[in-house]
Nanobody
Framework: HVQLVESGGGSVQAGGALRLSCQVS???????LAWFRQAPGKEREEVAR???????TYSASLKDRFRIAKDNSKDTLSLQMNSLEPEDTAIYYC?????????????????WGQGTQVTVS
């Protein structure tokens, strides 16, 4: 069983930045990894994903402000969030899936973190 633990959430003023981290209890080189978020009263949405070749895919509305990255040597996933807006307020989750050996093609996600709260005011 793979465990994911997010950190780095908090409160920030609009226009500010935050960097989220996700520690994974497995060697991530063969996993598709992603960040999701869920705002109050809204459905969960995908923010970005990164495959075993570090190819990234972003939500069209976020790609100019957010950046996903991973460190295979540390088994960590990160999300750099810049120019934050109140609409970015949500719980942010990291997710992982290894069934396609790290490919992110049409995959759902097997493992999820517990989430970290981001509040922008």
């Amino acid at each position: 069983h793979v465990q994911l633990v997010e950190s780095g959430g908090g409160s920030v003023q609009a226009g500010g930045a935050l960097r989220l981290s996700c520690q994974v209890s497995a060697h991530i080189h063969s996993y598709c990894l992603a960040w999701f978020r869920q705002a109050p009263g809204k459905e969960r949405e995908e923010v970005a994903r990164i495959n075993n070749y570090s190819r990234t895919t972003y939500s069209a509305s976020l790609k100019d402000r957010f950046r996903i990255a991973k460190d295979n040597s540390k088994d960590t996933l990160s999300l750099q969030m810049n120019s934050l807006e109140p609409e970015d307020t949500a719980i942010y989750y990291c997710a992982a899936d290894g069934r396609l050996k790290g490919a992110c093609d049409n995959t759902d996600f097997t493992y999820w973190g517990q989430g970290t709260q981001v509040t922008v005011s």
